[in-house]
């Protein structure tokens, strides 16, 4: 029941209500995106072991290409970066290197696992980073290329710590 005297508020009873169906929701995606989630976590799971690869909390995976010494970004950090993003099977589907114009943003507007990556990197670097699902769009679909529970991989050149 709802209103006065009742067990329940109906702001609360509607947050009940979200969950539950973010939460269905969530397993239908699953049943229908399960192979591309364990694509993910198979690959991962290889890359880890790959020479150079080291892993920083959380699951996000890290390659140095090119080592900086610059200032390391906080969370807060206003941050100029170019970047590649493609897909575990190499398809690339955002570049600012194609645009030719570098991106701005602050560290924590973007997925978690660029948050990870961005707070672990010296100003200068290029990193290779690898992104689990979870780090990344999880559930939701981004764009044609990005399905649900997909593993993302980038390349990050931190041009400059603002």
């Not at 100029?80 to 570098?102: C, L």
């Not at 707070?119 to 399905?147: F, L, N």
Request: hydrophobic share 35%; glycine share 10%.
């Amino acid at each position: 029941t709802t209103g006065k005297g009742g067990l329940m508020s109906i702001d609360s009873a509607q947050m009940v209500a979200q969950k539950m169906m973010q939460s269905i929701k969530a397993k239908t995606m699953e049943k229908a995106y399960g192979p591309n989630k364990a694509a993910g976590e198979k690959f991962l799971a290889a890359n880890a072991k790959k020479e150079g690869v080291k892993t920083l909390p959380g699951g996000v995976q890290y390659k140095v290409i090119k080592v900086g010494t610059g200032k390391i970004p906080a969370d807060t950090s206003m941050v100029k970066v170019n970047y590649e993003g493609r897909t575990i099977d190499g398809k690339v589907f955002d570049s600012s290197y194609k645009r030719n114009m570098p991106a701005d943003f602050r560290c924590n507007q973007v997925i978690k696992g660029w948050t990870t990556a961005l707070t672990h990197m010296p100003a200068g670097s290029v990193w290779e980073v690898y992104i689990p699902q979870d780090q990344a769009y999880g559930e939701r679909q981004q764009g044609e290329d990005i399905k649900p529970f997909s593993a993302l991989v980038f390349k990050i050149e931190l041009l400059e710590v603002k």
